[in-house]
């Protein structure tokens, strides 16, 4: 079987290409700026006044983009679900419930898989938010509310490929949602708690008691009256920072390598010697409800590798060091 001859294309027609369908979608995105109106501010106020979810479905690719900004309504305050519309007729529109409203991409506004679930949804009186290219299309005459795209040309050469259309209905999806998070006075914090897995999340939201290490085999810790040929095990397997307790198991010092090392330096007999005589007995502690990311900013302003984690009486919980709040994603 012969092999079909390779069309040539130079580098510079490439470039030309690509350059032309960022330049089409980005005008489409900038035409939607040009006549966001009355339509825009009656969706976002009718979203917000939801007391159910957002459902947000589409088809093809607008169902790709339905599906992503059904996760940014969800990720910034907006309670959102995407529903298939080939599922949806297959029983999940069973979790459309009374207080939802529905949001609708398509860009012709015929799919007749979105007309198959008009039925249900007019019988549940949900409101409907379409967003659309056709302005008397089925599902624009359905809508309460009509979102015009506004897309007539693809950037796709043989205008079929939902290109432009698709970045403008993603680009209005985020716009709705950003501006229903100033509505709702959404936060960084409110943002983190939806987002425990992120970095933001875990910088805002996790405590030291989330980081810290715990248990008598995962914690160090010596006496004052112990001596340093002992101690010297203990710093060597247990990062450099060692918790020194009372009777009571009180924290009050902490034994570091540099510590050991500043002594060796002026008492070569320094083995010999106690814990107390090179201990620092004023250390630095925190307690478990502190912010870990407060534990972080200590270490670093004091120079200090790890912190006793204490209870409101002084009492050893833990430990945390700079390498837990590293790998934490804390710093």
């Given at each position: 079987?012969?092999?079909?001859?390779?069309?040539?294309?130079?580098?510079?027609?490439?470039?030309?290409?690509?350059?032309?369908?960022?330049?089409?979608?980005?005008?489409?995105?900038?035409?939607?700026?040009?006549?966001?109106?009355?339509?825009?501010?009656?969706?976002?106020?009718?979203?917000?006044?939801?007391?159910?979810?957002?459902?947000?479905t589409?088809?093809?690719?607008?169902?790709?983009?339905?599906?992503?900004?059904?996760?940014?309504?969800?990720?910034?305050?907006?309670?959102?679900?995407?529903?298939?519309?080939?599922?949806?007729?297959?029983?999940?529109?069973?979790?459309?419930?009374?207080?939802?409203g529905?949001?609708?991409?398509?860009?012709?506004?015929?799919?007749?898989?979105?007309?198959?679930?008009?039925?249900?949804?007019?019988?549940?009186?949900?409101?409907?938010?379409?967003?659309?290219?056709?302005?008397?299309?089925?599902?624009?005459?359905?809508?309460?509310?009509?979102?015009?795209?506004?897309?007539v040309?693809?950037?796709?050469?043989?205008?079929?490929?939902?290109?432009?259309s698709?970045?403008?209905?993603?680009?209005?999806?985020?716009?709705?949602?950003?501006?229903?998070?100033?509505?709702?006075?959404?936060?960084?914090?409110?943002?983190?708690?939806?987002?425990?897995?992120?970095?933001?999340?875990r910088?805002?939201?996790?405590?030291?008691?989330?980081?810290?290490?715990?248990?008598?085999?995962?914690?160090?810790?010596?006496?004052?009256?112990?001596?340093?040929?002992?101690?010297?095990?203990?710093?060597?397997?247990?990062?450099?920072?060692?918790?020194?307790?009372?009777?009571?198991?009180?924290?009050?010092?902490?034994?570091?390598?540099?510590?050991?090392?500043?002594?060796?330096?002026?008492?070569?007999?320094?083995?010999?010697?106690r814990?107390?005589e090179?201990?620092?007995?004023?250390?630095?502690?925190?307690?478990?409800?502190?912010?870990?990311?407060?534990?972080?900013?200590?270490?670093?302003?004091?120079?200090?590798?790890?912190?006793?984690?204490?209870?409101?009486?002084?009492?050893?919980?833990?430990?945390?060091?700079?390498?837990?709040?590293?790998?934490?994603?804390?710093?």
């Open positions: 079987m012969s092999e079909l001859p390779v069309r040539e294309i130079d580098d510079g027609r490439i470039l030309s290409r690509g350059r032309e369908v960022l330049r089409i979608e980005s005008a489409s995105v900038d035409a939607l700026r040009e006549h966001l109106g009355d339509e825009f501010v009656a969706a976002v106020r009718l979203i917000f006044k939801l007391t159910g979810r957002l459902i947000v589409g088809m093809g690719k607008s169902g790709g983009v339905a599906r992503k900004l059904a996760s940014t309504f969800s990720s910034t305050g907006t309670p959102a679900i995407f529903l298939h519309p080939a599922e949806g007729i297959h029983g999940d529109l069973g979790m459309l419930v009374a207080g939802d529905v949001m609708i991409l398509s860009k012709s506004g015929e799919s007749d898989e979105i007309a198959a679930l008009m039925p249900t949804i007019r019988h549940l009186q949900l409101p409907i938010i379409a967003m659309t290219s056709v302005g008397s299309s089925r599902l624009a005459r359905d809508a309460d509310i009509v979102l015009d795209i506004g897309v040309v693809e950037a796709c050469p043989l205008d079929l490929a939902p290109t432009a698709s970045t403008a209905s993603l680009a209005m999806g985020d716009a709705l949602a950003i501006a229903l998070a100033e509505l709702r006075e959404f936060t960084a914090e409110d943002f983190a708690r939806l987002h425990p897995g992120g970095e933001l999340g910088r805002l939201t996790w405590l030291v008691r989330d980081v810290m290490v715990t248990g008598a085999d995962s914690v160090p810790r010596l006496r004052p009256h112990d001596l340093l040929a002992v101690a010297t095990h203990e710093i060597a397997h247990r990062r450099g920072t060692v918790p020194v307790l009372d009777s009571d198991e009180r924290v009050v010092g902490v034994l570091t390598a540099g510590d050991l090392t500043r002594l060796a330096a002026s008492h070569p007999d320094f083995l010999t010697r814990v107390d090179a201990m620092n007995s004023s250390p630095h502690t925190i307690t478990p409800d502190a912010m870990a990311t407060d534990a972080a900013v200590c270490l670093r302003l004091h120079g200090i590798m790890a912190l006793p984690v204490v209870s409101p009486e002084g009492k050893l919980l833990g430990i945390i060091h700079l390498h837990d709040l590293l790998k934490a994603g804390i710093v």
